[in-house]
């Protein structure tokens, strides 16, 4: 999220990582605060926040620029995964099992995120669980390591991370954090939820009023800063977040595929796209392409569909928040689960959106 988020930690591909990581032992060395670039950062926080030069250059001096995260953030995303390659590595049984579990443990915390928010519990528990599996992959790198070591030597993104390590350092500082202490991704994102700095600062909540703001041990305050984080990005109480779609001898040629709501359910209609909603005709909406073995898996996003994007930019990932929560809430009270796709049209006359978010991407 460029002022915004996090992301899904590609689990299967950064497990692979890490496993070389401690085949291959890549190297790391001490951010240099004497380095021009990382002396002018620390006169800029002195000059723009009021940080004591020699304390920060102190605190930088104890950071680690590591090597397998500068390897992390370059390397190409593999390939595209299609979606029913995507999917299953997100809306499995243990995730849909424990996130019912998770349920029963903390129903009080996510009711409360929930009624504060209008965001309902199983979207919440569906990003959550996206994103760490629950809290069980958040990441173990040192927040201070990752973002100096991409901020300092990590020129393409240098720009933006240097503005979350700013954001980081401010942070710490508002909630008495130690900074060497917080852990993260690879790309610094923190927590269950997986915030970004910036994120934090902007959208993190003190769910249960105990005047901390902690996303990495308190449920209160996960669940709650998920439901704000959504409510800001334009959740709309009730409505669905996506329906099904059959786009067979629809016109679909021209449309705008982008993540925007730049479609409604009625102009989505004229071009012969069948789908069930109670919306009106002129609720915002958007096509989803989701390219599979053998043809693309339609469906209509509206503006919750939207804001799940707003947290991570991908088709894919919204649509695996979605099919998850969903998953969850037939598990929990034996409903039957809603059918998720429509009719697979064998041409892909539309392109197929997203793929792992480059972490801090450019969300
Ligand atoms: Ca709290």
């Not at 995303?77 to 299953?88: I, M």
Request: hydrophobic share 40%.
């Amino acid at each position: 999220m460029l002022t915004l988020v996090i992301c899904a930690m590609p689990v299967v591909l950064s497990g692979c990582a890490d496993a070389l990581a401690q085949a291959t032992g890549p190297s790391s060395r001490p951010i240099d605060p004497a380095r021009a670039d990382v002396a002018a950062f620390i006169a800029d926080m002195n000059q723009k926040h009021g940080f004591s030069v020699e304390a920060l250059g102190h605190l930088l001096g104890q950071a680690e620029s590591k090597e397998f995260i500068l390897q992390a953030i370059a390397k190409p995303a593999e390939r595209t995964l299609r979606w029913d390659e995507y999917r299953p590595r997100f809306v499995l049984e243990r995730r849909i099992d424990r996130g019912v579990e998770v349920y029963g443990q903390r129903q009080v915390e996510l009711e409360c995120a929930q009624a504060a928010s209008g965001v309902p519990a199983d979207i919440i528990l569906g990003i959550v669980g996206v994103e760490t599996f629950y809290g069980e992959n958040i990441g173990k790198h040192r927040v201070l390591d990752a973002l100096s070591t991409l901020a300092f030597d990590y020129p393409p993104r240098q720009e933006f991370f240097r503005k979350e390590l700013e954001q980081y350092l401010v942070m710490t500082r508002e909630e008495s954090l130690d900074a060497l202490q917080p852990v993260g991704s690879y790309a610094g994102a923190m927590g269950l939820p997986q915030f970004m700095p910036s994120s934090f600062r902007a959208y993190a909540i003190d769910g249960d009023a105990d005047g901390k703001r902690d996303l990495w041990n308190d449920w209160a305050d996960v669940f709650s800063s998920v439901g704000n984080y959504l409510k800001v990005h334009g959740w709309r109480g009730d409505e669905p977040v996506m329906v099904p779609a059959d786009a067979n001898n629809a016109r679909l040629d021209g449309i705008d595929t982008k993540l925007a709501l730049t479609e409604t359910v009625g102009s989505l209609r004229a071009r012969g796209l069948r789908f069930e909603t109670d919306l009106p005709a002129s609720a915002p909406a958007m096509l989803v392409a989701l390219g599979v073995a053998g043809g693309t898996e339609y469906r209509v996003g509206f503006s919750n569909f939207y804001a799940i994007t707003r947290y991570n930019r991908s088709q894919m990932y919204a649509s695996a928040v979605s099919d998850l929560a969903d998953a969850i809430a037939a598990r929990r009270t034996g409903q039957p689960r809603p059918p998720a796709a429509g009719p697979l049209l064998p041409s892909t006359p539309a392109p197929s959106a997203g793929g792992w978010s480059t972490t801090t991407s450019g969300r």
